[in-house]
């Protein structure tokens, strides 16, 4: 079974970088590559949201048009871990950030599987 831990959430002020990662466990030699990538996000209120993702294969990326620019995902995976570096941030972009993997087919709408117990970000203003 595969288990994705998130880490590196926080209280930063609006403008501030944070940097999450997502771990993957479980996954024997290999698979984490195999798996497509996203991370998501919920607000209080609101939905939850696809903001970024990247594929197995070549590493194509997709960011919802409320990051883009700002945010970059990126994978390691040697390490199995995942990236979200996040800049310029706003008090919109709080919310808890959830980190996901699809091991279907390369695609960057991706169908999640797994899921991260989440990571709290808090942008205050």
């Known amino acids: 079974q595969v288990q994705l831990v998130e880490s590196g959430g926080g209280l930063v002020q609006t403008g501030g970088s944070l940097r999450l990662s997502c771990v993957a466990s479980?996954?024997?030699?290999?698979?984490?590559?195999?798996?497509?990538m996203g991370w998501f996000r919920q607000a209080p209120g609101k939905e939850h949201e696809l903001i970024a993702s990247i594929t197995s294969s070549d590493e194509s990326t997709y960011y919802a048009n409320s990051v883009e620019g700002r945010f970059t995902i990126s994978r390691d995976n040697a390490k199995n871990t995942m990236y979200l570096q996040m800049n310029s941030l706003k008090p919109e972009d709080t919310a808890v950030y959830h980190c996901?993997?699809?091991?279907?087919?390369?695609?960057?709408?991706?169908?999640?599987?797994?899921w991260g117990q989440g990571t709290q970000v808090t942008v205050s203003s």
């Open positions: 479980g996954a024997s030699g290999g698979t984490f590559s195999r798996f497509n």
């Open positions: 996901a993997a699809d091991p279907g087919g390369d695609r960057l709408k991706i169908s999640p599987a797994y």
